[in-house]
Nanobody, 121 residues
Framework: QVRVAESGGDLVQPGGSLRLACAASGSIFKIKGMKWYRQAPGLLRELVAVVGSDGVPDYADFAKGRFTITIDSAENTGYLIMNNLKPEDTADYSC???????????????WGQGTQVTVSA
């Protein structure tokens, strides 16, 4: 069984930085990819960043130049590093990990519970 948990959300002032973590535990052979989403109150969930097994990241326009998505395979943890945060970045951030539990198994998507980021003076 695989479990995923986000952490790192906090209240931060505009211009500040946060590092969100997405930690996987349980039966993990390989993390094939990761996506970060966010959802602000009253708005639809939107994709923030994605990285696949090739390691090439892709970002939403609002995240380019400010956010960095990475995976530490040794720790089975993915990260979203967010710099120069703005009030409009306030949202619940959740991660999706595409994990291959065993060598002979197909990869599956696993979700965490979300972590709240609030950007306010």
């Amino acid at each position: 069984q695989v479990r995923v948990a986000e952490s790192g959300g906090d209240l931060v002032q505009p211009g500040g930085s946060l590092r969100l973590a997405c930690a996987a535990s349980g039966s993990i052979f390989k993390i094939k990819g990761m996506k970060w989403y966010r959802q602000a109150p009253g708005l639809l969930r939107e994709l923030v960043a994605v990285v696949g097994s090739d390691g090439v990241p892709d970002y939403a326009d609002f995240a380019k130049g400010r956010f960095t998505i990475t995976i530490d395979s040794a720790e089975n943890t993915g990260y979203l590093i967010m710099n120069n945060l703005k009030p409009e970045d306030t949202a619940d951030y959740s991660c999706n990990l595409n994990i291959q539990p065993y060598p002979a198994s197909s990869p599956l998507d696993y979700w965490g519970q979300g972590t709240q980021v609030t950007v306010s003076a």
